[in-house]
């Protein structure tokens, strides 16, 4: 369906200050006005994922390139107390 042509109702949100800069400001990010950007939630086009949800994808994508890279045998390990020696920890 052309999403141009589409009708829309106006509706009423009701937001603390701090939740409507936040909407904002990923609008603003994602260079949508805040109406386009609950459209593309509305539509799925766009997925809400909560902060501990995204830490466990990342999490398992560094576990995943972790594995690869000690799988691959051009990739040379750097010792732990070489690490800590050149982060000043040592």
Not at 40 to 60: F, K, W, Y
């Amino acid at each position: 369906m052309d999403k141009s042509r589409t009708a829309k109702t106006r509706i009423e949100v009701t937001l603390s200050e701090k939740a409507l800069a936040e909407v904002q400001s990923i609008a603003a990010e994602l260079n949508v006005s805040v109406s386009e950007l609950l459209e593309q939630v509305g539509q799925g086009e766009l997925v809400i994922v909560d902060a501990e949800a995204m830490e466990e994808i990342e999490d398992r994508l560094d576990l995943e390139e972790g594995e690869r890279r000690l799988a691959d045998p051009a990739e040379v390990p750097i010792p732990y107390e070489q690490v800590r020696k050149e982060l000043g920890l040592a």
